[in-house]
């Protein structure tokens, strides 16, 4: 389960496009940023995405990544010229491909390395799709199969990207829109996969070509509805609505961390409820949480990007990079078992903590978060046509700054009593994925 959102130039504060997207997977499935350079390939030669390999391009564009740490794919990136995805699970009437084929996360990284601007990258990917379909498990622990979507934008224009097996769907959108897991475009397409409508008539989801809607005729409804993603999309989109013309990046952060509207949240309760900024909870529905969020500003001359690289926004810290500043120094190589050098994991104690008292302890971090978070994306903005080197320093002084404040907050959260403990059946359940990562509090 995942949310993605775009706001196009013209309702941001400064007519800057901005893009922002939750990864949702399961607790333990650790995910980490990624520095991709440009590169050029021999006549040839080959590419191994996570199941497949496909032929490779003479050339590939470089790219931040945010990817689970055994995929080859990516749930989101921002490339050089600015192009920034996520991807979706949608949950589709055609039958899933379980072996082979690339995955929706295949798809997305092998746009990012090839696509020059956002209707490009719909093509690209449209052309694979139609050659080499899609598929596979994209489960960590439990196998898991689903269709994708797709939010594509550049600095100037930005599409969505729908699919069914090898059908598809896509259309410019502008202002805000956000996309979840389902279906969104009816019959407004701009363009289509050459037997779209064929399909559904010969299936007779459809009876006549006047009642057609891509969004009602190919979704699954059962698991359409168990994902509460038109209820996910709608807060979304409501929570930046009064922004409107006015949006900032501070904004999409809040956005990510939307917990709905109830101002007394808490992950241990609403059995069924989701949230943008997702929780795991006990039980066969929330079963995932957000992994990673990103959130890019499509500057036309140099886009920046803004990553937690670790769990659940509401207890992160945002901070900046530039495509052109490798940092994998300062977020490791995480695997499904907790450690001690990885960005992803060192969070987890703190994450983690927080959900034992969550209402107590996300109000001892949330303002200090936010005035952090401030002051990186003003100077940030401020360094934005600075020299590498000066970026470079900045964003180093960030992580260091941003892991400080952290240990801070851990130290704090352990001398704070616990005065709203969880439910019996959620700490239960979140001592079992502990378990699990050998993950010890």
Not at 72 to 90: C, D, K, L, P, Q
Request: with cysteine; charged share 20%.
């Amino acid at each position: 389960m995942c949310d993605t959102i775009v706001a196009t130039g013209q309702i941001t504060q400064d007519g800057i496009a901005l893009f922002a997207k939750n990864s949702d997977r399961e607790p333990n499935e650790a995910q980490l940023i990624q520095h991709i350079p440009p590169a050029d390939h021999p006549s040839g030669s080959q590419v191994q995405c996570t199941y497949i390999s496909i032929p490779q391009v003479r050339h590939t564009y470089g790219a931040i990544l945010s990817r689970p740490f055994w995929m080859w794919g990516a749930e989101m990136g921002v490339n050089e010229h600015g192009v920034a995805i996520g991807n979706e699970a949608v949950f589709t009437r055609m039958p899933y491909q379980k072996r082979g084929g690339l995955t929706g996360m295949d798809l997305l990284r092998l746009a990012l390395e090839r696509s020059r601007n956002a209707a490009e990258a719909v093509e690209v990917i449209t052309s694979l799709l139609e050659t080499y379909g899609q598929g596979g498990n994209c489960g960590y622990r439990k196998k898991f199969y689903y269709h994708n979507s797709f939010l594509i934008a550049d600095p100037r224009e930005s599409w969505v990207l729908e699919t069914a097996g090898k059908e598809w769907a896509a259309k410019q959108v502008a202002g805000l829109y956000a996309i979840s897991n389902s279906l969104t475009i009816d019959r407004d397409w701009d363009r289509a996969s050459a037997t779209l409508l064929q399909t559904a008539l010969q299936n007779k989801w459809c009876s006549h070509e006047k009642n057609f809607s891509f969004a009602r005729h190919y979704s699954d409804k059962f698991y359409t509805f168990f994902s509460q993603s038109r209820y996910r999309r709608s807060c979304a989109m409501q929570s930046l609505q009064h922004r409107r013309g006015n949006i900032r990046v501070q904004d999409m952060f809040a956005a990510l961390r939307d917990h709905g509207e109830s101002v007394s949240f808490r992950p241990d309760h609403h059995l069924l409820r989701s949230t943008v900024c997702m929780h795991a909870s006990y039980g066969p529905v929330r079963m995932h949480q957000t992994t990673a969020s990103m959130v890019a500003y499509l500057h036309p001359e140099r886009p920046m990007v803004f990553v937690t690289g670790t769990a659940a926004p509401c207890t992160s810290i945002f901070k900046p990079l530039w495509y052109d500043i490798p940092m994998e120094s300062h977020f490791g190589l995480p695997s499904g078992q907790a450690d001690s050098h990885s960005l992803f994991w060192r969070h987890e104690r703190l994450h983690r903590m927080i959900l034992m008292d969550f209402t107590t302890r996300l109000a001892i971090i949330r303002e200090e978060r936010d005035s952090l978070e401030r002051r990186f994306i003003d100077r940030a903005l401020e360094l934005n046509a600075a020299s590498l080197i000066e970026r470079k320093e900045f964003t180093e002084a960030c992580f260091h700054e941003a892991n400080e404040q952290e240990l801070s907050w851990l130290k704090r959260i352990q001398n704070t009593a616990i005065k709203h403990p969880p439910s019996m059946l959620y700490h239960m359940q979140w001592k079992r994925w502990n378990n699990e990562a050998n993950l010890r509090l």
